[in-house]
């Protein structure tokens, strides 16, 4: 079992930044692919950007391209979403997410793909 808390999330305007974190419990953090996903209200989950358990590779979703960094560090256990240039419609809940020697480029994405969840933090944009 995993568990993870995300932290980071808070108001800022347009424009500005904001650095969440996510720190998973266990001793086993390196095998898991690591995934930032989003929800605004009345709309499904929607990906952001995964990095990878073997290269750490990132990938990301077509909104926040340029913008958002994905980075982990598997020494403190954490996974990092760096989110430049935020805009009104980066408003969400943000949920980190764990898949253990998750790989394959087409599941990357998916919701069903990830098993464990954290409980979300609050990204609100202002204009």
């Known amino acids: 079992q995993v568990q993870l808390v995300e932290s980071g999330g808070g108001l800022v305007q347009a424009g500005g930044s904001l650095r969440l974190s996510c720190t998973a419990s266990?001793?086993?953090?390196?095998?898991?692919?690591m995934g930032w996903f989003r929800q605004a209200p009345g709309q499904e989950r929607q990906f952001v950007a995964t990095i990878r358990w073997s290269s750490a590779s990132p990938h990301y979703g077509d909104s926040v391209k340029g913008r958002f960094t994905i980075s982990r560090d598997n020494a403190k256990n954490t996974v990092y979403l760096q989110m430049n240039s935020l805009k009104p419609e980066d408003t969400a809940v943000y949920y980190c997410a764990a898949a253990q020697f998750l790989s394959d480029y087409l599941r990357l994405g998916r919701l069903n793909a990830y098993t464990y969840w954290g409980q979300g933090t609050q990204v609100t944009v202002s204009s």
């Open positions: 266990g001793r086993t953090f390196s095998t898991y692919t």
